[in-house]
Nanobody
Framework: QVQLVESGGGLVQPGGSLRLSCAAS????????MGWYRQGPGKQPELVAL???????NYADSVKGRFTISRDNAKNTVYLQMNSLKPDDTAVYYC?????????????WGQGTQVTVSS
């Protein structure tokens, strides 16, 4: 099994910054895509950002230019630097990762970390 543990959430004022981290541990062969999704109050879950093992990135339009995703493959860790935060960014942020195994591709989710943007 693979476990994903997020950290770095919290309360921040509009315009502020936070950095989320997500570390994978357990039965790891080679992580493929890693990234972040979020679900705000009363909203559907949505993609925030993804990063491939080679470093290619994909962002939601709503966070482009404000959020930066990165990863440390040696540490099996993905990061999300969030700048210029807005109240609309308030959500539970979930880490996601998948890997290819001899039995197929498996996806994994973290437990979620709360980000609240409020004055």
């Amino acid at each position: 099994q693979v476990q994903l543990v997020e950290s770095g959430g919290g309360l921040v004022q509009p315009g502020g910054s936070l950095r989320l981290s997500c570390a994978a541990s357990g039965r790891i062969f080679s992580m493929n895509v890693m990234g972040w999704y979020r679900q705000g109050p009363g909203k559907q879950p949505e993609l925030v950002a993804l990063i491939s093992s080679g470093g290619s990135t994909n962002y939601a339009d709503s966070v482009k230019g404000r959020f930066t995703i990165s990863r440390d493959n040696a540490k099996n860790t993905v990061y999300l630097q969030m700048n210029s935060l807005k109240p609309d960014d308030t959500a539970v942020y979930y880490c996601y990762a998948d890997q290819n195994t001899e039995r197929g591709t498996y996806g994994y989710w973290g437990q979620g970390t709360q980000v609240t943007v409020s004055s």
